[in-house]
């Protein structure tokens, strides 16, 4: 997983815990930990801190955050789908975001969204 995608995974995954406008701690927390497992599997020489995940976190959410509020929300997240459509660990990735979605113990609609477009840009017929 090269810099630019794992970029783009952060980017995502950061969406499914900005989808729903709130910020659960559990959903950082997950995110976090289940990023480090994901490059783990894939690719062992990238090295990724649950610090450096939060910090990524923090320093991206209120960028985040706006372009959820805007009027190209949809167009936001089916570009960011796009951008790891070709990815070899998008099955990986999409087990991350049920997971992060799961984490606080309900599934939102708005992160129900999510995984439905990922579902559909990424086709996998789930």
Not at 6 to 27: G, H, N, W
Not at 61 to 66: G, L, P
Request: glycine share 2%; aromatic share 8%; charged share 30%.
């Amino acid at each position: 997983m090269d810099d630019r995608e794992l970029s783009r995974v952060f980017r995502l995954l950061s969406i499914v815990i900005l989808a729903d406008t709130k910020v659960y701690k559990e959903e950082v927390d997950a995110m976090s930990a289940q990023l480090i497992k994901l490059c783990r599997q894939v690719d062992p020489d990238v090295f990724i801190t649950e610090t450096m995940a939060q910090d990524w976190f923090q320093s991206n959410k209120k960028y985040i955050q706006s372009a959820l509020k805007g009027p190209y929300r949809t167009s936001y997240i089916t570009e960011s789908l796009e951008s790891l459509k070709d990815s070899p660990h998008k099955s990986k990735i999409y087990d991350v975001m049920m997971d992060i979605s799961h984490s606080d113990g309900e599934f939102h609609k708005e992160e129900r969204s999510v995984v439905i477009l990922a579902e559909k840009v990424w086709n996998m017929g789930k």
